[in-house]
């Protein structure tokens, strides 16, 4: 945890988190329990450096990720041990935990059927897993929770089209099941354009949307998924900040931004905490939220991307007080909700005045 003077404002700040993906909250410790009760051995998985042996050895592998290539493949070795329903649940519900121990009062989740309905794992078991974890959680924290289906780019368009024709003939988009639809793997496979159809077909249902974007791939990817897929948001696209035109788009347009500012550095897409775009954002006015992105791989969850945002930009409490208004807004939730988050940072924040006497 950070050693400055806002460390105390930055844990009590109810936070939006919109950027985690549900499998990559899968920790070694629960892979290792998950593969035990479905009978999966994990040294036969096919990989030469044997990271698969114990937890501690997995543990010690996820902290020298070379590449996204190299993360993408341990994350998709990892989520193989998802079997039945009661396995999403546990996934699910483990990090809701983790998440109100961080003051996340609204969740907004990606999951990837695609990486399980490829594997034989039925959509609708993914989803009785994810439901149940989200009604308990619900019940038992002050939290809200939305989740969104991510396309894997890797899996090309086929694969994207039946997964988007899948949810909607579940009637989850119509029913607010899940509230909305994203698109995440390995952003340098295919442009963002590729999947123009799905998007087409998404907005014109009036399903949000959202794309990773100028994680990996240029600032030209951000401005193709705001004008050729028309998302009402974008997912890291950190390389913004290098486009003055494209900034001023996204002012303009209230885009909300989620940023994962440990990934990008575990990664290797920046240098530093320090190069993620959080002053020029302010700046500019560009709306954006700070998020984990896969906690369980990075070893770091929302409150540590806080806290190292705060270590590498000193800002001030009005400028948090920005930031978590900002991801209220940009949330996928109903007006209702957003109004009560916004009293409680507002709250929040003239708590942590009066006891500056400030
Ligand atoms: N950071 C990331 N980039 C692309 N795809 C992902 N899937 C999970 N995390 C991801
Ligand atoms: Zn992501």
Known sequence: MCKDKLHELLVTLPKCEHHIHIEGALTPHLLFKLAARNNIDLTSIDDHDGPYANEEQLQARYGSFTSLTDFIRYFSFGSTVLITAEDFEELAYTYFVKAHEQNVKHAEVFFDPQAHTSRGITYSTVLQGLSRAKQRAQGDFD????????????????????????VTDAGHFAENTVAGLGMAG??????????????????????????????????????????????????HAWIAKTDSQLMQRLAETNTLVTLCPISNVTLGFIGSIAEAPIREFLDRGVRFSVNSDDPAYFGKYVQENFCA???????????WSTIAINAVEGSWCSDERKKVLKQQVAAVISRWHAAQGT
Do not use: W
């Open 186 to 235: 390995d952003e340098l496979v295919h442009p963002p354009e590729y999947f123009k159809p799905v998007f087409d077909a998404a907005r014109s249902a009036g399903i949000r949307c959202t794309a990773h974007v100028g994680q990996a791939g240029p600032a030209t990817f951000v401005s193709s998924a705001i004008e050729n897929l028309r998302t009402g948001r974008v997912d």
């Open 143 to 166: 939290i809200s929770i939305a989740y969104i289906p991510c396309i894997l780019r890797h899996h090309g368009l086929q694969s994207a089209t039946r997964m988007f024709q899948e």
């Open 309 to 319: 945002v705060q270590e590498a930009f000193n800002l001030s409490a009005s400028d």
